[in-house]
């Protein structure tokens, strides 16, 4: 049998980066300031035959931590892609371990600031009208590989609707979501809707999150937006009411610092984007966060509980804080970038209600460059 040719181009990308993060824990009585210095190496190939496609990439990822209470060296690594991509008679099929990434991201997402991004192990079929998959996890940077996820879109002149459910965790969540969004010359208008039902850890779920941003873009160079989003939060001896937002990409959404997730919450956000010419890029985040059920925790981007800030009786209140992101990228080539940013946190009431005196901002700063050919 006659092997059909293949074209493969090599893929390499290092990224450098160093981060200095100062009282995660809003707690100046605790030392826990940390400098990182990080190095993450991909290294594959993609691949190209006639009616197919496809990625092989690794990822080696090693991050030197600097503490007052002492030093240490985290080392992650693992297949981060392997997949087949080949055409079929009505769409597109992908086979292996691969992205996948639905609208903006808000509920499935590669998150790719972390070590190793999300990725899938499984297969997934593409149109023009439909997405569908069924799916394990494969990679992902701490999350458990014992999660399951199998979802179908559906995409129409009203916007896509997705219904997707996940099992893994003590979680078994069916999500029915709709997004919808349009562009009118300089204005754009999105808005999301979502709904959750299922167990967690033994309760029944009963879950929901909205989101709507206004975008007005006066010129080519400039972007202004601005956000507003809820999520569900709170319980009681038989029903979960905390929406489930694991595994998206909450990063670029909800603030740098990584501090906030759609789950239980109430978000004002203001966005400005400017583009003085190709190679640089300047971004300004504003973020005001606050809790939809006091008496619940407040969930960081991962989706867990951030440092143990939780109060059940609900007399810390719901105001959480505010976040201040300034971020700024330079790409002379298409090889090479440079990032580069700073974000501040001011506590409100229900951060300082349960660090008391010792209640203090936080700040995050980070540099990095990265070369890929």
Request: net charge positive; charged share 20%.
């Amino acid at each position: 049998m006659l092997i059909p040719p293949i074209d493969w181009t090599p893929v390499f990308t290092l990224r450098e980066r160093i981060e200095r993060r100062t009282n995660r824990d809003f707690n100046q009585a605790v030392d826990d300031d940390r400098t990182v210095l990080g190095t993450r190496v991909s290294v594959g190939t993609a691949f190209k035959g006639k009616g197919f496609s496809g990625q092989l990439l690794y990822n080696f990822n090693q991050d030197n931590i600097y503490m007052r209470t002492g030093d240490k060296v985290e080392t992650r690594s693992d297949l981060q892609l392997g997949y087949i991509k080949f055409a079929g008679q009505s769409g597109e099929w992908t086979v292996g371990r691969q992205f996948i990434k639905k609208g903006n991201e808000r509920l499935i997402g590669d998150a790719p600031w972390p070590a190793v991004s999300v990725a899938w192990d499984g297969v997934r079929f593409q149109n023009r009208t439909w997405d569908a998959w069924a799916t394990r996890l494969g990679a992902a940077n701490r999350a458990s590989r014992q999660t399951n996820m199998a979802g179908a879109a559906y995409t129409s002149v009203a916007g896509e609707t997705m219904y997707f459910y996940r099992h893994g965790e003590g979680v078994d969540a069916h999500t029915l979501d709709h997004l919808f969004s349009q562009t009118k010359g300089k204005r754009t208008i999105s808005a999301e809707a979502a709904v959750q039902a299922g167990k967690r850890q033994g309760k029944d779920l009963q879950a929901w999150a909205v989101a709507a941003r206004y975008t007005y873009r006066p010129d080519p160079k400039l972007s202004l937006a601005v956000e507003g989003a809820a999520a569900s939060g709170g319980s009681n001896p038989n029903r979960s009411f905390t929406f489930e937002n694991a595994l998206a990409s909450n990063h670029p959404i909800y603030g740098l610092m990584d501090m906030q997730s759609w789950k239980n919450t109430q978000i004002l956000s203001l966005y400005a984007t400017y583009k003085p010419s190709a190679s640089w890029t300047v971004d300004l985040g504003y973020h005001r966060f606050g809790l939809r059920d006091a008496a619940d925790a407040w969930y960081g981007s991962s989706g867990t509980v951030n440092g143990g800030l939780v109060d059940p009786t609900g007399r810390s209140g719901r105001e959480v804080g505010q976040e201040l992101d300034l971020q700024v990228a330079y790409n002379p080539t298409a090889k090479l970038g440079f990032l580069a940013g700073v974000s501040t946190f001011n506590p409100g009431r229900f951060v300082r209600s349960i660090r008391g005196a010792n209640a203090t901002d936080q700040t995050w700063l980070f540099a990095q460059v990265s070369f890929r050919f």
